[in-house]
């Protein structure tokens, strides 16, 4: 699965398995010219029945997984904290700029970084592009590290484990941090949300950063609308298809104005 600046891969994990600082000014997303171009021509208007489409087929199923049902609802049910696992100083700005950008737009996400590794539950490693294969290979032992290169070449990718009630209990994103700003975010963003539950990637919903198609580089309105729909309380992990499709219609509404109003939509 390839887009035209990286692959990306998600990894659904079994419940048991377990450079130099700079002081350079940080570009955030706004400051980035190939970012500035895309939400320009950002689409914001989406019908009931794309939103849904595209929540269903990215919360269910799973793009690369190793173990496990993935016909149920996973998420995290509890805070959420980011340790950044890096040399980068300018890096690790730019992921907490990230990280408050999505707590600031998911109405039920307690999200925040933390300079804690032990009571992170999610680790951003950070690593050299020449040092992405090892890394991947520590993470994953050496077999899978070979299928995962064979098979999607990813620059960056993210995995979490659940527990047996479908929550999240931990999530690894490893990024590379040398292939410039624009791959840097649209990775960061990526791959962070997709920790977060939203595990499937899909070739059939154009507006959405999962997607192998598409690169972002931003938080865009369609997958704020995929990630507030998951993170509402009414959607519980461990959901079925059935039993949200059923409580869809009443979180949309609230969802529909959230959206609506952090993004000042009228």
Sequence with gaps: MMSQHRPSILLLLPATLAACLTEIPVPAAAEVPAIVARQRNEKKAFTD???????????????????????????????????????????????AKVVADIRSKVQHLDIAMTDNHDTANVVVKMVRDRELNRTIATYYGQERAKEIRSSLDPQC??????????????????????????????????????SLGPINDTATVPWTMFNDSVSMGFFDVYDQYLLNLLYDPRIKPGMNVQEVKAALPDVLTDVRAWVAKVNHLE
């Design 49 to 95: 029945a794309e939103i849904v489409e595209g929540f269903l087929k990215t919360a269910f199923g799973a793009e690369y997984h190793l173990a496990g049902r993935v016909d149920r609802i996973r998420k995290y049910d509890r805070a959420v904290r980011v340790f950044a696992d890096g040399n980068r100083a300018d890096r690790k700005a730019q992921l």
């Design 157 to 194: 990718l993210s995995g979490f484990r659940k527990n047996e009630n479908y929550e999240i209990e931990h999530s690894d994103v490893i990024l590379t941090v040398d292939n410039g700003d624009f791959v840097f975010l649209d990775c960061a963003y990526e791959e962070l949300l997709q």
